[in-house]
């Protein structure tokens, strides 16, 4: 087993991908004691049955005491009443992390909450699903995953050091973004494919829906994610995915412009590169899960 980085993991919001991570600590290591924090105790009880977390809690305070890492898992709106509530509980060991889709405002918060150069790593691992509940919680959700943590100039080397452990324990790979760097891309990579699911879904008449094949189901799956979720992310990370809409539409007016031509050797060029720049993607991808 090696050393043990971790003794307690406190994971606050017990639903897909809080329940993952506590499922995760425990398959990486079954010593870990894992405490969920919960709005409701409907929703801790399932966690426990599932095997997420080891104890349960309705109070931030009581959860994270005597935590060597703090997960927070909840939807971006509720940070702030947990990290105030977590505030004078924390141990002066503890680290705190996030899953959160947006980094900028997250970080913001968090250092006018728990200090500039406090215990805050900004993290977010790339790997979800459409459904919520920790019954869709998985352990090996983060394997082969990249997890982005986020520090600043401010952030203490051991804090980083310890969010980056962490995901390295649950199975994802860790890259180092500044806040602004990751919204950006994200933006691009992430809020703006469901942006363009949701446009796909709703350009069409609902009597050629019959006709949907496995190709459109495979481009709008995303868009049967949560819908109140999804808002939350756009508007927490809004300049940055303008900016990615607007960068789509520029490649889509070009499209069309081709289209309208009926510029073959253009589209054919356009469709090349696209497909080029998508298969080295996925071979990149196999290579580093090998």
Known sequence: MGERHFHQVTVVGVGLLGGSVGLAVKAADQAIQVVGVGRRKSSLDRALAAGAIDRATLETADGVAGSDMV?????LGAYEDHLLAMAG???PKATVTDVGSTKN???????????????????????GGERRGVEFARADLFVG????????????ARHLQRAEQLWKMLGGMTVRMSPGRHDRAVARVSHLPHVLAALIVMGQRQG????????????????????????????????????????????????????????????????TRAKKRRDSMVHQRLRRRQ
């Open 71 to 75: 997960v927070l898992a909840t939807p």
């Open 89 to 91: 509980a924390l141990s």
């Open 105 to 127: 405002i997250v970080v913001r918060l968090a250092e006018s909450v728990l200090g500039r150069g406090g215990p805050f790593v900004g993290s977010h691992p790339m790997a």
């Open 145 to 156: 995953a990249t997890c982005v943590v986020t520090p600043t100039a401010r952030t203490p």
């Open 208 to 271: 050629e829906l019959p006709l949907a094949g496995k190709g459109f189901l495979d481009v709008t799956r995303i868009a049967s994610g949560d819908p109140a979720l999804w808002r939350e992310i756009i508007l927490t990370n809004h300049k940055a995915v303008l900016a990615a809409i607007d960068a789509a539409d520029e490649h889509l007016t070009h499209l069309r412009d081709l289209v309208e031509l009926g510029d073959a050797p253009g589209i054919e060029r356009f469709l």
